[in-house]
């Protein structure tokens, strides 16, 4: 079984345009475990605690498998300076949040809601959503049930498996959003 080296040292190099894809793959023996591949380094990621599944389902815990393209940046500007990215940036709000239900008309895409709603936040009390890298998956065509609010974020001290997200420490984040563009390939599987 290979341990991921959460302290191992990593840089990435940023040059003035985005990287032109990403790769992310489960790591060996551990399928919530795996690696993010980027401009020729490799980053320790947290994936669903289902592994990476081609038939993405809601609630499986699954990462889906796929090529998907980053569509914007989402950040907790209370908690974090405006990070340095290509993507589209879009500060976080109270009433921020993703519909995650199959019968709503708003499934698999970001909602507002009031105090005393229900609906998964984008303002969690921990700093696991603080930069969101929102992605294309399940969105042209929406198809209920085949999995919603799957985002690159940031993973859990002790990079725990997410709930089909990928999941990397906060300076992995910062290196990673100052080389993702709208056009940057996300390549998991």
């Known amino acids: 079984m290979i341990s991921l080296a959460l302290s191992m040292p990593y840089t990435i ?32 990621v947290a994936l669903g605690r289902g592994g990476i599944k081609a038939n993405k389902r809601e609630g499986d815990g699954g990462t889906p498998s796929g090529t998907f393209s980053p569509v914007r940046l989402w950040w907790r500007a209370d908690r974090h300076p405006r ?16 519909c995650e239900d199959p019968a709503d008309r708003h499934y698999n895409q970001a909602i507002r809601l009031e105090r005393g709603e229900n609906g998964d936040r984008l303002t969690r009390a921990d700093h696991l959503y ?23 974020h940031l993973a859990r001290d002790n990079f725990g498996p997410t709930a089909g997200c990928v999941a990397m420490t906060r300076p992995a984040m910062l290196r990673l959003l100052r080389r993702i563009g709208p056009r940057t390939r996300i390549e998991i599987g």
Do not use: C, K, Y
């Not at 940023?14 to 380094?41: E, K, V």
């Not at 990215?85 to 921020?96: C, H, K, M, N, Y």
């Open 130 to 152: 603080d930069f969101i890298i929102e992605i294309d998956h399940n969105t042209r065509p929406r198809v209920a049930g085949r999995g919603s609010a799957v985002f690159l």
């Open 83 to 98: 990070p340095r990215t290509f993507l589209p940036v879009r500060p976080i709000t109270p009433t921020d949040a993703w």
């Open 13 to 44: 190099h940023t040059p003035d345009r985005p990287l032109t894809a990403i790769r992310i793959r489960a790591a060996a023996g551990d399928p919530s475990r795996g690696w993010l591949m980027a401009g020729g380094q490799s980053i320790p």
